[in-house]
């Protein structure tokens, strides 16, 4: 198994650079069952900021993205349902992809709230704020 990174899906996704896109490609359309390649929550929260803040890509079509993404079988990422949760969080509540997932693991790792001074995070996130 091998990781990816950000940047290789952004290349493979956008195309704005077409020997890396031709790289990009070449390197998914390898991958298999048998020799799947893995991406990280840090991963995709960093496709995720990339993706709505330098190539201005809405919520939507960044959530569906990943969402394409978890049903890929050549790839594996570290918490698909978590990942689906912080999604759900995106479409129904507006909240930032990270912040939605960042609560979603910490639920997950038995924390009872995720404190933050972030206003949006408390109101879209679910996150407690800082008294």
Not at 14 to 34: F, G, K, V
Request: contains cysteine.
């Amino acid at each position: 198994m091998i990781s990816l990174d950000a940047n290789v899906l952004v290349r493979h996704t956008i195309r704005d650079d077409p020997d890396q896109a031709r790289r990009a490609d070449a390197l998914i359309n390898s991958l298999s069952r048998d020799n799947p390649g893995f991406v990280t929550d840090i991963v995709l929260a960093e496709l995720w900021w990339v993706l709505t803040r330098s190539y201005h890509k809405t919520a939507r079509q960044v959530a569906g993205l990943i969402d394409r993404l978890l049903d890929i079988e050549a790839i594996h990422t570290q918490d698909p349902d978590l990942v689906t949760d912080a999604l759900q969080a995106v479409v129904t509540q507006q909240a930032d992809f990270a912040d939605a997932l960042i609560v979603a693991v910490s639920l997950a790792h038995g924390c009872d709230q995720t404190r933050t001074f972030d206003a949006k995070a408390t109101n879209r996130a679910g996150m407690v704020g800082v008294d």
